[in-house]
């Protein structure tokens, strides 16, 4: 016999129940899918975040002198995850092919012709909310398709009730002056990095400088030069590894790496902004966590049943650099600040605009399993959703694993206040590196997360041939997987920002220079014998076809992972314009015409 299946859930109905009508409540709830029969609720619910009047839009058309490139989403759109499952869900057999084909005729970013109008009107996934609001928020409707069943607990006491804040009623952006933010929805993007940063956070960063509408393409204060959107804001939470509470300086040691020195220049002091994680400042910062995470000191960080022991128990605090810190980190930041986080290993391939438009909560698919990924992770400041899962951490070993958090919310019946979008928007290649999909895989076809980093040799021209423009066109972002040791530009391993960054540029290549240096003085005489032989029957084998192949150029084929590097880096030299055509402008420069 199967071992019964262990419940997490450590609150009563009544509690389930109180999280549903928060969030919804809240206007967190877009979504029209239904509530589950169990959390009880009785009648239809009001729903204020489903405006009656939707008004889809058809793709923007392009600038007729400019027609390789595509439009920005229209400020304020917002993305209808609803429609986009349809298309996209796995559970129904979808292909990421076809679902990025979607995406992109929706959204402007093919300009293949010949389609037809019914197909591209059946094809519409971006909507804006009507001028005025409707005169009555559309219901939200009870499960009465799937059977009841009672809620399994976790063994022991009940939680008490969760403390939460009054519900507020939420403006629209069409309440808001153009170009303003909603203070109740930042659109601040969250990353976390602990230890010496690399070519993995810059590459992030360089992502979302291309493709982000940052409004780095004019001069504020300069006549006629407002932008009519709110600018989305990066921050990068450095964790040092130093005692909380000690005297760090992150600015000095960022200003010293060549890698994070470039985004410390004024010009991008109100789009990117670095700030220390203090782990126990942070976890004292979180009401549900506050009186109760120093239980766990001698296994503070628990992912997925792997722990890491806290190094100071005289102090009560922990703060250890680890990638496993970044699983509670997220809904860390989330809950506190509200916005969306990225793991490091992640590349913005467009605009984010119709997604910051969708006001729920969201994280998207772990390839075919019924699990979400946090890889990507929208949530709320103070939510009742964010709540439950602290506190039920606390009572599973403050485990924040995705799979963990997801059985959380799947044990409470609460898993549909997440969005879990397709795995397609964020992550187009985790299908088929799982070895699903294989007979109408995606472009570029990756089956290995490496094949980024290293293509095939069949498939190895297709990265400088189609570049950016090819790969995965249609996703919001691409996730390659925590290949932290592969280099992003094995040809040039530096940050090659042109002259305004020359400094950092020419350090980072001494450094390496004296790093080979220092290897092959270690080399030892039978090293330096075998490197030579080895060196010899190369050249005796040359004519071979196999040994033609051995003898290539390594770099005359460029990687994925090279392409996107030297295409992003030319955006900051001045010698492109970004994915939508906009230059960047130097307040030292004369701008470039569009």
Known sequence: MHARRSSSLVFSEEQLRRVWQWEVSSGHYPSMRTIPREIGIVSSLPNPARMKQRMYMDPQPRDRDRLHVPPRPVP??????????????????????????YLRVASGLDDLPGRTSEQVDAWRYAFIEAQQPATESAALFIDQTSPSRAFK??????????????????SNDVDLPAGSCDPAYPRIFHMFWAGPFTDKPYMAIL???????????????????????????????IATGQPSGSVTNITAALADNPWSEPFLHPRFKDVIEFREWDTTAQLDSIPELRNDWRQFQDALINSGGY?????????QDYDKPSVLLSNLARWVLCHRFGGIYIDADTIFLRDWEELWGWRGAFAYRWSFHDKFNSAVLRMHAGSAIGSFIFRTALRNGLDFHPMKVSKYLQDGQLDRLLFRCPDALFDPGFLTAEKYQMDRPPSPEFNEFGHFFEAPLRHSAAPQVVGFDGFFRGAWSYHWHSFWKASFDAVSDWPELG????????????????????????????????????????????????????????????????????TFEAYVRGERPSMYGEWLVWPDEQPKAR
């Open 76 to 101: 304020g759109s917002i993305a209808d995850l609803d429609a986009i499952l349809r298309e996209c869900d796995f559970e129904t057999d979808q292909y990421v092919r076809d679902c990025l084909e």
């Open 153 to 170: 607990l976790r063994p022991g006491p009940l939680e008490k009730a969760l403390d939460l804040p009054a519900v507020v009623s939420r």
């Open 207 to 237: 992502s979302y400088l291309y493709t982000q509408n940052t409004g780095l393409d004019r001069l504020f204060g300069a006549s006629n030069n407002t932008i009519l959107v709110c600018r989305p804001k990066f921050w990068i939470w």
């Open 307 to 315: 722990i890491v022991n806290a190094e100071s128990r005289k102090k």
């Open 499 to 566: 002259p305004r960054f020359i400094d950092g540029e020419s350090r980072q290549r001494r450094r390496l220079l004296m790093q080979r240096t220092q290897s092959l003085k270690s080399e030892t005489q039978k090293e330096k014998a075998a490197r030579s032989r080895m060196a010899k029957a190369a050249q005796n084998t040359a004519h071979t076809s196999q040994a033609g192949l051995e003898d290539m150029d390594p770099h005359r084929d460029l990687s994925w992972s090279t392409v996107l590097k030297r």
